[in-house]
């Protein structure tokens, strides 16, 4: 595998308190999600030559530090086609190039292909080298990831675990978290979560919940204290996948069931 990780502590809700950094290659490397600087990241870029920097999605928690190493190396800097504005927005740094899914980026250890991975947000991609896949926050080892409105997608996300487990990778080097050594079976436990929470949602509306806050109250069964937020946007994400799919209305205050045709 020719990925080397640097933990990066940052201001994120992961529980991991950190960001994981990417670098493949020595000679012409590329660094993926440069979160902020600290030691491991500097010692870890200490002895390569950095050519290229990208992100799996403009997140803050993933972006911090593109400036800074683009602005000591040099390096290409990469970028969503389409997405060139807001990845300026939050880095700070006009991309010199433009991806899309299928892009190669070339290292000396090899060239790393770009994977569209939409869900998480809208520009969210992952980063493949022969079995090993930098997948950012398309999944985690334990847990779940949060989907949620307005930039979360359910039907993209869902997607893209599908897409990901038909790749059969060997490992996936997740943004936060320890590396997931089981791809297949974590992407099949992650659209299963999904699905679960989608049937929660939608029994509740079944039974009379119409707005946000009681379809959320009835669709989890556990404290949210701190991550009511979350679960609300990732409720509300649900709400407007099951609505384009026509299986419930939703004028953005009720929610109420569609007739089964």
């Not at 403009?58 to 000591?72: F, I, S």
């Not at 893209?160 to 038909?166: D, W």
Request: glycine share 8%.
């Amino acid at each position: 595998m020719n990925w080397q990780r640097a933990d990066v502590p940052v201001s994120t809700r992961a529980p991991t308190g950190n960001t994981a950094a990417y670098v493949c290659g020595d000679e012409a490397a590329l660094l993926v999600d440069p979160a902020a600087t600290n030691d491991a990241l500097d010692s870890l870029l200490s002895d390569r030559t950095l050519a290229h920097i990208a992100l799996t999605h403009h997140h803050p928690d993933h972006a911090g530090a593109v400036a800074h190493y683009a602005g000591e190396t040099g390096a290409t800097v990469w970028a969503r086609h389409g997405r060139a504005g807001a990845f300026e927005a939050t880095t700070g740094v006009s991309p010199d190039r433009l991806f899309s899914g299928g892009t190669t980026i070339p290292t000396d250890a090899g060239p790393v292909t770009v994977i569209d991975t939409p869900g998480h947000a809208p520009e969210h991609v992952a980063f493949a080298t022969d079995g090993a896949v930098v997948s950012g926050d398309l999944a985690v080892a334990e847990g779940s990831v949060v989907v949620g409105a307005p930039e979360g997608d359910v039907r993209a996300y869902l997607a893209s675990l599908r897409r990901l487990h038909a790749r059969n990778p060997d490992v996936l080097l997740p943004g936060h978290g320890p590396r997931i050594e089981t791809p297949r079976e974590t992407c099949a436990r992650l659209i299963n979560h999904r699905l679960e929470r989608e049937r929660r949602v939608r029994d509740a509306v079944d039974h009379g919940a119409t707005t946000l806050d009681e379809i959320l109250d009835a669709a989890y069964e556990k404290d949210l204290t701190g991550v009511r937020d979350l679960a609300r946007a990732t409720v509300l994400a649900h709400i407007e996948k099951l609505a384009v799919e026509g299986v419930l209305s939703w004028d953005g205050d009720r929610a109420v069931p569609n007739p089964a045709e």
